[in-house]
């Protein structure tokens, strides 16, 4: 619903100035989250993403049992870590980059 202008001219003004006050630009945004310790913006972060990709409890679910299963494979021997710059040598080759 569109919000309603005061046909008041000073209540017109005080309503302005308050939607200045909330009125943030991307950029004011980013710059006061990035002034934030590390672990509030980890928050803050999660925050948005969670917007962009609501929690599914099903498919967290599995996940876990992915997880689970991969770290089982890793303490038991049948599979061996690979280091993470091997992974993203052979990423690059793959992808010529």
Known sequence: MPMRIAEDKTLW???VQIMEVYMHSTKDIIQE???L???E????VDSLLRTLNIPNPDIDREWVGVAK???AELRSGRVNPVPGD???ARIRESFGR
């Open 69 to 71: 299963r991969r770290l």
């Open 13 to 15: 003004c005080a309503q």
């Open 41 to 44: 913006r980890i928050i803050v």
């Open 86 to 88: 091997q992974v993203f």
């Open 37 to 39: 310790p590390v672990e």
């Open 33 to 35: 989250a990035a002034a």
